[in-house]
T-cell receptor
Framework: NAGVTQTPKFQVLKTGQSMTLQCAQDMNHEYMSWYRQDPGMGLRLIHY???????DQGEVPNGYNVSRSTTEDFPLRLLSAAPSQTSVYFC???????????????FGPGTRLTVL | AQSVAQPEDQVNVAEGNPLTVKCTYSVSGNPYLFWYVQYPNRGLQFLLKYITGDNLVKGSYGFEAEFNKSQTSFHLKKPSALVSDSALYFCAVRDRSGRGGGSQGNLIFGKGTKLSVKP
């Protein structure tokens, strides 16, 4: 049981480049989400999904796209990278809310992205 | 709007002393509250949560948190701090804004409090 995995761990992009941050979980969780962490701002929700084929925007979705073709995978795409997207990105997963004993979110190790 | 506040950017404690990391919240309805810890260059790890029931919640690594509805607080505590407790601590509340579409699974985080425990 690997939990939540993210690749790559580090990435440097030039302004305007595109890339995909990968996230996978092996816990059969319905809910998956992407956060960005910036100093002094905590974690802010980018996009989330409650199941395959279902995604929605969070607090800071601009410049990012997501898709959910399988339960296990939830990639985050940067379409045209900007310096403002320099951040640490975390993926998380959980069972759907309502099952309070099991709806704790589990986080991946993060991807540190720098956009020059 | 729903929010979480952590009023202290940093808390300094001597090893062996009790520690408190403060958190206050503003939500509609009953809050679902969480504490997470982040060690350097690592992801977030779940410490404990309050859903309902006893106001004192016990979690991992000897931490506990006290839910106080009248003061809208959920402070994290530990009776005796360890140097290894030094980390970044986040308080979070589940989104109860009622937007639907599964948004109730989303967490709203505070800005984090850096805990430094000195020998």
């Amino acid at each position: 049981n690997a939990g939540v995995t993210q690749t790559p761990k580090f990435q440097v992009l030039k302004t305007g480049q595109s890339m995909t941050l990968q996230c996978a979980q092996d816990m059969n969780h319905e809910y998956m989400s992407w956060y960005r962490q910036d100093p002094g701002m905590g974690l802010r929700l980018i996009h989330y999904s409650v199941g395959a084929g279902i995604t929605d925007q969070g607090e800071v979705p601009n410049g990012y796209n997501v898709s959910r073709s399988t339960t296990e995978d939830f990639p985050l795409r940067l379409l045209s990278a900007a310096p403002s997207q320099t951040s640490v990105y975390f993926c998380a997963s959980s069972y759907l809310p309502g099952t309070e004993s099991t709806d704790t979110q589990y986080f991946g190790p993060g991807t540190r992205l720098t956009v020059l | 709007a729903q929010s979480v506040a952590q009023p202290e950017d940093q808390v300094n404690v001597a090893e062996g002393n009790p520690l408190t990391v403060k958190c206050t919240y503003s939500v509609s309805g009953n809050p679902y509250l969480f504490w997470y810890v982040q060690y350097p260059n690592r992801g977030l790890q779940f410490l404990l949560k309050y859903i309902t029931g006893d106001n004192l919640v016990k979690g991992s690594y000897g931490f506990e948190a006290e839910f106080n509805k009248s003061q809208t607080s959920f402070h994290l505590k530990k009776p005796s701090a360890l140097v290894s407790d030094s980390a970044l601590y986040f308080c979070a509340v589940r989104d109860r804004s009622g937007r639907g579409g599964g948004s109730q699974g989303n967490l709203i985080f505070g800005k984090g409090t850096k805990l430094s425990v000195k020998p």
